[in-house]
Structure formats: C-alpha cells, structure tokens
Nanobody, 127 residues
C-alpha cells in the first residue's frame, strides 16, 4: 500500500511563495519509479492538473496557469516530491493534492491517470 502525505500549505499574501512537500511510503517502495503529479481543487470547481514529474529522467510538465511560477522536483533519497510555488496569486487558492502512478506518465496531467492520492493541503493567497 502506497501512502502519500502532503505538507507545507498555509496562507500568504499575493506575490509570496510556498513550498509543498509530498512524502511517500510503502513496502519496498521506490518513489523514483513513479509518475508524480500535483493537482489543485478550488472550492466549487473541478480538480486541475498543476504539474507532473516523470520517473527516471525527471522530466517535468506544467499547467498553463502556473508555468514560470511553479517548479516540481524530486528527492529520491527522501521519497519526496516538492512543489515550489512563487509569485502566488489569489486564484492559486485551493486544496492541493499530490498523486502517484506506478511506471510512466501518460499525456497531460489528468486526475484519472493517477492511482494513489494524498489527503491534500490547503493553500490560501490573499490579495
């Protein structure tokens, strides 16, 4: 069983920064072999793909709304994936989730492509 635990959420002013962490655990687990994504869900809206990082080469992809502001990275030794969020805007306010899928990533950043999910961490950006 794979468990994902997000942390690092909180409140900040517009223009501020936060770094989210997604710590993974499980029996005989190697997080570097998983495709990992970050998603967010504002109140009353659908879940949106924010970023993903591929296994192995650690190639990254981003949603259009966060390109140039957010960075996803992986520390394989710690079984942790990070989401560095800079120049935050009020529209970034949402519950942020990390998700993992064993093996390679599929095209796009779609919730249906990921098997394992964390419980989420709240990010609030005030104007």
């Amino acid at each position: 069983q794979v468990q994902l635990v997000e942390s690092g959420g909180g409140s900040t002013q517009a223009g501020g920064s936060l770094r989210l962490s997604c710590a993974a655990s499980g029996f005989n687990f190697n997080f570097s072999t998983y495709c990992v994504g970050w998603f967010r869900q504002p109140p009353g809206k659908e879940r949106e793909g924010v970023a993903k990082i591929l296994r192995g080469r650690d190639k990254t992809f981003y949603g259009d709304s966060v390109k140039g502001r957010f960075t996803i990275s992986r520390d394989s030794a710690k079984n942790t994936v990070y989401l560095q969020m800079n120049d935050l805007k009020p529209e970034d306010t949402a519950l942020y989730y990390c998700a993992a899928e064993p093996g390679g990533c599929r095209l796009g950043i779609k919730p249906t492509d990921f098997l394992y999910w964390g419980q989420g961490t709240q990010v609030t950006v005030d104007s």
